[in-house]
Nanobody, 122 residues
Framework: VQLQASGGGLVQAGGSVRLSCAAS????????MGWFRQAPGKEREFVAA????????NYPDSVKGRFTISRDNAKNTVYLQMNSLKPEDTAVYYC????????????????WGQGTLVTVSS
């Protein structure tokens, strides 16, 4: 599975951005999908995950209520809607595919996209 993340850019604090993760090479219909982020000098951290059907989602407290993960299996694409953005959300955002679940730990994911940078200005 090849994953291509897009949609990043510069946004003011309080603004919104929607990231997309387009998959190719194989359908992601049976994969749990996740988003992670990595800020400069920090470890990669979990942002959101969604089950293969889209019926279950998971978020850390840091983004709960502000971020929403969704998927369109017909388009082989996963989205991350980010609202009420804060400067601390600045990071490179990565999408990933998990063929056994929708994990919160990065090492459980099997395929990764190249990342898209989101910069939130104060």
């Amino acid at each position: 599975v090849q994953l291509q993340a897009s949609g990043g850019g510069l946004v003011q604090a309080g603004g919104s951005v929607r990231l997309s993760c387009a998959a190719s090479g194989r359908t992601i219909r049976r994969y749990g999908m996740g988003w992670f982020r990595q800020a400069p000098g920090k470890e990669r951290e979990f942002v959101a995950a969604i089950s293969w059907s889209g019926g279950s989602t998971n978020y850390p407290d840091s983004v709960k209520g502000r971020f929403t993960i969704s998927r369109d299996n017909a388009k082989n694409t996963v989205y991350l809607q980010m609202n009420s953005l804060k400067p601390e959300d600045t990071a490179v955002y990565y999408c990933a595919a998990d063929n056994t679940g929708w994990a919160t730990r990065s090492y459980e994911y099997d395929y990764w996209g190249q990342g898209t940078l989101v910069t939130v200005s104060s």
